[in-house]
């Protein structure tokens, strides 16, 4: 029974910081590339970032958030990670984190379609206000 947790949303100001976490459990959390996505109400998930397999050796991220979130990974607490700074009232969505069984040590195609996923947890809801 795979489960996804988030944890970390909550209510910040713009220029503000917050740390999701996402705890996997009932899978093998070495072998799957995780991933954040965010919606908001009426709009399908948007990808946000991606870490590879294993190490996570390969990282990815939406244009709009590059130099401000970092994805990260504890293999042994089966946790995923994103560290958001600078953040932005655009930036207020229900952020998801997803699994996908991963091929190898780098991120594969697709890595940035919610199409290519094969787990997901019930979302955190961040809102950054103005």
């Known amino acids: 029974q795979v489960q996804l947790v988030e944890s970390g949303g909550g209510l910040v100001q713009a220029g503000g910081s917050l740390r999701l976490s996402c705890a996997a459990s009932?899978?093998?959390?070495?072998?799957?590339?995780m991933g954040w996505f965010r919606q908001t109400p009426g709009k399908e998930r948007d990808f946000a970032a991606a870490?590879?397999?294993?190490?996570?050796?390969?990282?990815r991220y939406v244009d709009s958030v590059k130099g401000r979130f970092t994805i990260s990974r504890d293999n042994a607490k089966n946790t995923v990670y994103l560290q958001m700074n600078s953040l932005k009232p655009e930036d207020t969505a229900v952020y998801y984190c997803?699994?996908?069984?991963?091929?190898?040590?780098?991120?594969?195609?697709?890595?940035?379609?919610?199409?290519?996923?094969?787990?997901w947890g019930q979302g955190t809801q961040v809102t950054v206000s103005s």
């Open positions: 997803a699994a996908r069984r991963a091929a190898g040590y780098f991120l594969a195609r697709g890595s940035g379609s919610n199409l290519e996923y094969d787990y």
């Open positions: 009932g899978l093998s959390f070495g072998a799957y590339s």
């Open positions: 870490i590879s397999g294993w190490s996570g050796i390969s990282t």
